[in-house]
């Protein structure tokens, strides 16, 4: 019988059924960070449980941490790193703590230190766990109790998902990047419209993106409710595979992690890759985008009251007046960062841009490099250079940062903020703060223009 | 929570809070997160819509209104519960005293939070749950009544089932611990692990 690429990852982890309906999934690889985490290991004290196989996780200090410094900006979040730490050694979990040379962003660092292959199946305590399908591994957020869980069974309890197959033909025009791409899907999905959904995403417009892309797209894709993203593995993926130990072990059969020509989903979307522009956010939720050559929407595009007054007041915490141009948009903040967009060929495409130029007066930009390696990697190439002759503040710590601003990386009340992240909530990077999301060189072309800009525009 | 503790039905005042994509950063904003145990969550849960940028309440808000300050009920918006994993989310709404929440659909992620903290989150459809929005705008606040077993809903003029999992309907009426009763399969899971021995694809992080 013809499988998903799903429906086989699910299969090949399936431990036992359970008889409420349930199944035990087990977890190749499990990944915590500092904040998720400290109530799951208190759970196993208090039922004096131990940790089922130390050798299976991973902990990574990332969410909380100061990027200015190595030093933690306060106690509070000292309390988070320390706990963390002393939980791992506890136990014999390996930990990447600040000043490792391998810390940085969760789900940046697990690719590059090559901890992730086809088939896999992968747990973390953050919903952007679904990066790793990028790699046709199967990965997905988890709350706390589950972490529990997995560290006392190296299992979940797990429901089978519908099935969802999101298809990008074709190509896309020159300026326009995977965070458009996932930007554009979220925008036709909806918020919420893959809830209850595994998403494969297909295409040729998908396949012709490099890792670091793919991962991009897999990351975002919860933001349509995804609880998993998958692309099946191609020569691509295994190219990115070569020379890595752990994952090697895997790859042996990246080939059968792809859906059988005849599998059926359950649900299906087409997008044609020539009809993606390089898009902005307007509002306080992931699928309100425009292109950046459009308006922000008004009240007669809609026809339900709901939407009306969704727009209404989606409108009034942005500050932004109905049918106002995106670029007449002014920003006071750039930020380059994230799980979304902080990759070396993130920041590749935002020095792009860059070079040769500088950011507009009254901005204040600040990148944040997903990973320590990510870090070094730039500095050698002369990323960091092209950033700081620019005028972009160079953190030297890898962190979430103002992504979600858990540190001190926060954005104030009404402060505008051109962000290559992935949510623009209310409050996400600081109460009443102002967030549009784009990608990393669209970033850079705010940042330059001092207004949401169209990066078709510096070439 | 034991056996002989079971939740069968939940009945109390519902408020309604009919807003779309009501996401975890605004269900527990992220300065409530920087704690290593579980309590005291309470404050945090919508605080940023309880409470104005000085810490006064927000008169205007549903919650902070009669009859709903005492609601533990809530009617919700499509897609309650997007974004974030943070079960604090979760923690922060059951201190509250929030006991279920009626909608059109749930972040997964959230969804699995809520089961795990008796927080119980039945499915209707869009017309239901404008219906349910209807009757609790009622500033008399008449009693909603949900029968975990039954999968109903019942007020003195709505009377309708819901969609709820088999597997979760189960756990909310028993309050089990997932964790304790999924070592009861200790064994299954050694052999699976045996059999990925035999494979060669154990994974080690050093």
């Not at chain 1, 859906?259 to 898009?279: H, N, R, V, Y």
């Not at chain 1, 020095?351 to 507009?360: D, F, M, Q, T, W």
């Not at chain 2, 269900?27 to 810490?55: C, H, S, Y």
Request: with cysteine; proline share 4%.
């Amino acid at each position: 019988m013809s499988r998903t690429l799903y429906d086989k990852l699910v299969d090949a982890h399936k431990v036992c059924d359970l008889p409420d309906g349930d199944m035990l999934i087990y977890v190749d690889l499990h990944i915590m960070n500092e904040y998720t985490s400290p109530q799951a290991f208190s759970g196993l004290y208090t039922k004096g449980l131990e940790v089922w196989r130390a050798e299976a996780h991973l902990a990574v200090i990332d969410h909380v941490n100061a990027t200015r410094s190595r030093e933690p900006h306060d106690t509070e979040s000292k309390l988070l790193i320390d706990n963390l730490q002393s939980n791992c050694s506890k136990h014999g979990i390996a930990f990447y703590g600040l000043g490792d040379p391998r810390q940085g962003i969760e789900h940046v660092v697990v690719p590059e230190q090559g901890l992730v292959a086809p088939g896999m199946l992968i747990a973390c305590g953050d919903s952007h766990t679904t990066t790793y399908g990028a790699y046709g591994a199967l990965g997905f957020g988890i709350g706390t109790s589950e972490v529990e869980h997995v560290l006392a069974t190296q299992t979940l309890r797990y429901k089978r998902m519908k099935t969802m197959r999101v298809t990008v033909n074709g190509d896309v025009a020159p300026g326009v990047t995977a965070k458009d791409i996932i930007m554009k899907v979220v925008q036709v999905v909806g918020a919420g419209g893959a809830n209850g959904f595994a998403v494969e995403f297909a295409g040729s417009a998908i396949h012709s993106l490099d890792m670091a892309g793919r991962m991009t797209v897999c990351n975002m894709a919860v933001e349509l409710g995804a609880r998993a993203a998958l692309i099946a593995a191609d020569e691509v993926t295994e190219t990115a595979l070569k020379g890595h130990s752990h994952s090697g072990q895997f790859a042996y059969k990246a080939e059968s992690w792809i859906s059988d020509p005849k599998a059926i989903f359950d649900e299906e979307f087409t997008i044609s890759g020539a009809d993606i522009e390089p898009l902005i956010t307007w509002g306080t939720s992931p699928d309100q985008s425009v292109p950046i050559t459009a308006n922000v929407p008004c009240a007669e595009d809609y026809i339900s009251p709901k939407a009306k007054a969704l727009l209404s007041r989606s409108l009034q915490y942005m500050g932004l007046i109905e049918g106002q141009s995106a670029q007449s948009i002014k920003i006071d903040t750039a930020f380059i960062g994230s799980c979304t967009n902080s990759r070396i060929e993130d920041l590749r495409e935002a020095a792009k841009i860059l070079e040769g130029r500088h950011v507009a007066k009254g901005v204040e930009a600040i990148v944040v490099p997903g990973s320590a390696m990510t870090r070094i990697k730039a500095e050698a190439e002369g990323l960091r250079a092209i950033f700081e002759a620019a005028g972009f503040e160079w953190r030297p710590e890898a962190g979430c940062s103002m992504c979600l601003a858990m540190n001190d990386d926060i954005a104030m009340d009404g402060e505008r903020v051109a962000s290559s992240t992935n949510r623009n909530f209310e409050g996400r990077q600081g109460r009443g703060a102002r967030t549009h999301l784009m990608s990393p060189a669209m970033v850079a072309a705010a940042a330059i223009s001092g207004h949401l800009a169209d990066v078709r525009d510096f070439k | 929570m034991k056996d002989n503790q079971m939740t069968k039905t939940i009945k109390g005042i519902a408020a309604p809070l009919p807003l779309a994509n009501v996401d975890t950063d605004v269900i527990m904003p992220k300065r409530f997160l920087i704690t290593i145990t579980r309590e005291g969550l309470g404050d945090g849960a919508f605080a940023d819509l309880r409470f104005d940028n000085a810490g006064r309440q927000r008169p205007e808000f549903i919650l902070n209104k009669p009859p709903w300050t005492q609601a533990n009920i809530l009617i919700v918006g499509d897609n309650f519960g997007c974004g974030s994993s943070r079960e604090h989310a979760v923690w922060g709404m059951r201190q509250l005293g929030i006991d279920a929440c009626i909608g059109t659909g749930f972040a997964g992620i959230f969804y699995d939070n809520a089961r795990k903290n008796g927080l119980a989150l039945p499915v209707v459809s869009p017309e239901m749950r404008d219906l349910f929005l209807q009757f609790s705008s009622d500033a008399r606040g008449k009693e909603i009544s949900i029968d975990l077993e039954r999968r109903t809903i019942t007020t003195s003029g709505i009377n309708t089932t819901f969609e709820m999992d088999d597997a979760t309907q189960v756990a909310l009426i028993r309050g089990r611990d997932d964790t304790l009763d999924s070592l009861e399969h200790a064994g299954a899971i050694r052999d699976y692990e045996e059999a990925l021995q035999r494979e060669a694809r154990v994974s080690v992080i050093k």
